[in-house]
């Protein structure tokens, strides 16, 4: 069975072009002229993109003592709605601390209810020879990127000599290490700070993590990789400081990838102060929403090239749930959603204002994580043998963002009231629609798959020490590596 994508302009990374796109089952088979398939997809007056890739969620994560609340079910039909074609979850390790067993309780969740394909990334929130040794498990799962919490202190923190042995294990193993950059033991004795001052509503969360705090993580990560000899992705860049830090190493020759969140980019501190309770908490996350100044900041660096990817770190709690921290701004379930409307808010506030191109566009929503993620060309490109995940972007649909019409299951939307001027008018995940406008159809549940993305060369690994790194000879295993056994 073949589709053809009819009357569009193809709208990849580096360029746009009218094309058609034959599709064959799953994958595509040809981009050209005057093609045809059995079935037709109009894409006229519209363009064709590559499917949305969202590299931060945190579906029905365990978190703060509650569980968010979007499933892998609702998630992926949201995302699928706001033609996002793929997600990569944060697995968190449980209560026996076994990255095995994590990853195995994240297929458990996840299988039967995901409607478009996903990957993991694994989080490490200790350190032990059993971590050590499990590191290669996971990245044999098909896992290849490790993420370190520097903040939440007394939970998912590491420390430094921690971090420095993870990112070498990384290096051996061809993982990508990743950092939450927030200096933990500052965010703690702030905390304390103003609740001793009396403040404990969510205005207190915003203050207890400046953009200090996380500019400071972020440089200390940055040359904690360059002394490992690895490069790093950091995710949820919401400041100046922390993209300076990225900037500064970039120019250096390092490979340090920053990904700010559409929420940073269109929201700002605002929400917190002077607001009622429900509608500043259901705005916590961390780190918070900032200032213009540094709004301005990441939209340069999505421009300069300096941030590569636009993501979400969906993390949905209900106002209920948020409702768990009253009377104590550190006990706030973190995390807003956004799933749904990464596309639709980037388009209208980037490009519609000529902050971003729309090859720009594709660039930051799904070609450059396809890279820096070691899944392109299959996913995140248009061409022949790429996965049909394709997404025909209607600049012609507006819409005004509604939590009444939304598909994810929270009972609010942090970005009600605003008007988006482009949808999906189909989303394609391998071949299949998934999403039509105007329909309400909800994709099948268990279609999805998991995608495993395989270790990066040597070349990929290197970072300012690349030249030794890129020698032909075989990374030996350190054994100043293995860890003492804690
Ligand atoms: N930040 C959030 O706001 N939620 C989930 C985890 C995180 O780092
Ligand atoms: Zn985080
Ligand atoms: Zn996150
Ligand atoms: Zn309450």
């Not at 079935?39 to 363009?47: L, M, P, R, V, W």
């Not at 365990?62 to 039909?77: D, H, V």
């Not at 390790?93 to 478009?116: M, T, Y």
Request: proline letters at 5%; aromatic letters at 8%; glycine letters at 10%.
């Amino acid at each position: 069975m073949t589709k053809v994508i009819k009357g569009g302009t193809v709208v990849t990374a580096d360029r746009q072009y009218k094309a058609d796109v034959l599709i064959d089952g799953e994958t595509i088979l040809e981009i050209g002229e005057n093609l045809k398939g059995d079935e037709t997809i109009d894409a006229s007056e519209a363009y064709v993109i590559p499917g949305g890739i969202d590299p931060h969620t945190h579906l029905e994560m365990p978190f703060m003592g509650t569980t968010a609340a979007e499933t892998f079910e609702s998630g992926t039909w949201a995302a699928a709605a706001g033609g996002t074609t793929m997600l990569i979850d944060f697995v968190l390790p449980g209560e026996d601390g076994s990255l095995v067993n994590a990853v195995n309780e994240w297929h458990r969740k996840s299988g039967k209810q995901i409607c478009s394909d996903i990957g993991f990334h694994m989080a490490i929130t200790g350190w032990s020879k059993q971590i050590w040794e499990e590191m290669a498990q996971v990245v044999d799962m098909g896992v290849n990127s490790f993420k370190h919490f520097m903040a939440y202190k007394g939970a998912l923190m590491v420390e430094d000599d921690e971090m420095y042995a993870s990112f070498q294990r990384c290096k051996e193993l061809g993982a990508l290490p990743m950092v939450h950059a927030e200096n933990g033991d500052i965010v703690a004795e702030l905390q304390k700070k103003y609740l001793a001052m009396g403040i404990t509503g969510p205005e207190g969360h915003a203050y207890s993590r400046p953009p200090e705090v996380e500019g400071e993580a972020a440089n200390r990560a940055i040359m904690i990789a360059d002394a490992a000899g690895t490069p790093l992705y950091i995710v949820h860049v919401s400041c100046e400081q922390a993209h300076e830090a990225i900037r500064r190493a970039r120019q250096k020759g390092m490979r340090v990838y920053g990904e700010p969140l559409i929420q940073f980019l269109t929201l700002d501190e605002s929400e917190y102060f002077n607001k009622d309770w429900e509608h500043a908490a259901r705005r916590v996350m961390s780190p918070p929403f900032r200032n213009k100044e540094h709004q301005a900041s990441l939209w340069a660096g999505l421009a300069a090239g300096s941030l590569q990817v636009v993501a979400t770190d969906h993390a949905a709690f209900t106002t209920a749930q948020k409702h768990m921290g009253d009377g104590d701004f550190t006990r706030i379930p973190n995390g807003t959603g956004g799933l749904e409307e990464r596309l639709g808010v980037l388009w209208t506030e980037g490009v519609d204002t000529g902050r971003l191109t729309p090859e720009e566009f594709v660039a930051a929503t799904s070609t450059n994580i396809a890279k820096i993620l070691n899944i392109y060309p299959r996913k995140g490109a248009l061409v022949p043998g790429a996965d049909a995940d394709i997404v025909v972007w209607d600049p012609s649909i507006s819409k005004t963002i509604a939590a009444s019409t939304q598909k994810s299951v929270l009972d609010y939307n942090v970005f009600e009231g605003r008007k988006v001027t482009a949808q999906p008018r189909y989303t394609l995940s391998r071949g299949e629609v998934i999403f039509a406008w105007g329909q309400n159809s909800q994709p099948q549940p268990g279609r999805g798959r998991f995608v495993p993305r395989p270790p990066f060369s040597s070349a990929n690994r290197a970072l300012s020490k690349w030249k030794e790194l890129n020698s032909p000879r075989k990374v030996e295993r350190d054994p100043m590596n293995i860890p003492s056994g804690v």
